[in-house]
């Protein structure tokens, strides 16, 4: 298993979203759900038509996916950074612990009384740990530049104090939900194709 980036195709349409993990049951006496572990992130997207050697790239990425087995480190193409006004060298201020609602970020001195606004898109972890989280509300950072931020899905890992907090293109790891059948090739052009990704951190 490997871990690949993406590497920047030309995109003609995006959708990140969230997708529960839960079980529907539905019987005469009424319907119940079932929650399991935490939402993933899902992505469709689709690549504009490029010239032939640039679509044999694309073709190349997509043979190098090895199926199910390799994973893409991906972030919101259409979202790679905040909103807020929180940058700089972003470490957790305190630990995290899995099933948590919310993580505390500190940024130092200079980015004192900055903000992260609802919908803004953080990271925290790394490897198989890595985790993408949305912010739940409008939040900023005190004098010494610390802040407590909700999120609006639980911390996956127990992360530890001092950690990075990622704010500019964020990743999660992917692997594809449907196989790519490839590019057709047409006359000196690599036609459209898609890509369907669901977030997964196994190894």
């Known amino acids: 298993m490997s871990v690949i980036n ?6 003609d349409s995006f959708r990140w979203s969230l997708t529960p993990k839960a079980a529907n049951f539905s019987s005469i006496f009424g319907q119940q759900s079932l929650s399991g572990s935490a939402p993933v992130w899902e992505v469709e997207m689709r690549m504009v038509p490029q010239y032939w050697q640039q679509s044999i790239a694309a073709q190349t990425f997509i043979e190098s996916l090895d199926g199910y087995t390799n994973q893409i480190a991906l972030w919101n193409l259409y979202q790679p950074q905040p909103a807020g006004t929180l940058r700089g060298s972003l470490t957790l201020g305190f630990a995290t612990s899995q099933g948590a609602p919310n ?13 992260l606004l609802a919908g803004d898109l953080v ?9 993408v989280l949305r912010i739940s509300q409008n939040g900023a950072t005190d004098a010494t530049g610390l802040g407590n931020f ?22 999660a790891l992917f692997r594809q939900k449907s196989l790519v059948d490839g590019i057709e090739f047409v006359a000196k ?8 990704l669901i977030e997964d951190f196994r190894p």
Do not use: E, H, M, Y
Request: charged residues 10%.
């Open 6 to 11: 993406w590497p920047g195709f030309g995109v």
């Open 103 to 115: 993580i505390w970020i500190a940024g130092g001195a200079s980015q004192a009384f900055k903000t």
């Open 123 to 131: 990271g925290i972890g790394s490897g198989l740990t890595q985790q």
């Open 150 to 171: 909700l999120v609006t899905t639980p911390i996956r890992n127990a992360i530890s104090a001092g950690s990075a907090v990622a704010w500019d293109r964020p990743k």
């Open 189 to 196: 052009v690599g036609n459209s194709w898609s890509l369907s």
